[in-house]
């Protein structure tokens, strides 16, 4: 799955990478989590390996506070979010955004300079729709954000080079859930933070389905 990896690194990375003026309150909210993971990748106090945990749950902190996890896990199981009992929707939206800060956090470290390059903001009602261009060192990578407002305005869709976040792990989920439960979809998920937390590469979320 490497368009997936691609894409859902490049999601983080940008995170960490922006440090352009914006302008408009949905960037603004963006901005000010973005100065925070900068911040934290720019301490001195939680550099090298032996600080990996400490500066981790750190930036684990900042994601949660302009990525709306819930809205991004109702809109990824699409369909199927009305399977889950209440219950079950939390422990989905749980597990789901364990897994893809445990899985793609670790692209923050790789903070090299690059540039993003904001090429406009669009606001519909409570939607807004962003978007850059990140340049690295060897091309130009374009990366649209969808953003909402409930009290805040959250992250809750990337779109890099035309594949978005949301409806790749859709087409995932649908496929599972047309053949099993909701806990059989989360059981999966446990099982890859487990093995993350092994050390294991995981390049597919929910592992391929025959």
Partial sequence: MKKLSILVGTLLLVAALCSTALAGEPQDRLRSGIEKVIAILSDASLKGAAKRPDRQVKLRAVADGFFDWRELSRRAAAEGWNKFAPKQQDEFVAAFSELLQK????????????????????????????KTQVTMKDKTIPINYVMIKHDQWMVYDVVVEGVSLVKNYRTQFAKILSKDTPDALIQRIKDKIKSLDEGKNVDDVVGKEG
Avoid: H, S
């Fill in 103 to 130: 899985t793609y956090i670790r692209k923050l470290e790789k903070y090299n300079n690059e540039k993003v390059n904001y090429l406009g903001e669009q606001i519909e009602g409570n939607q807004a729709f962003l």
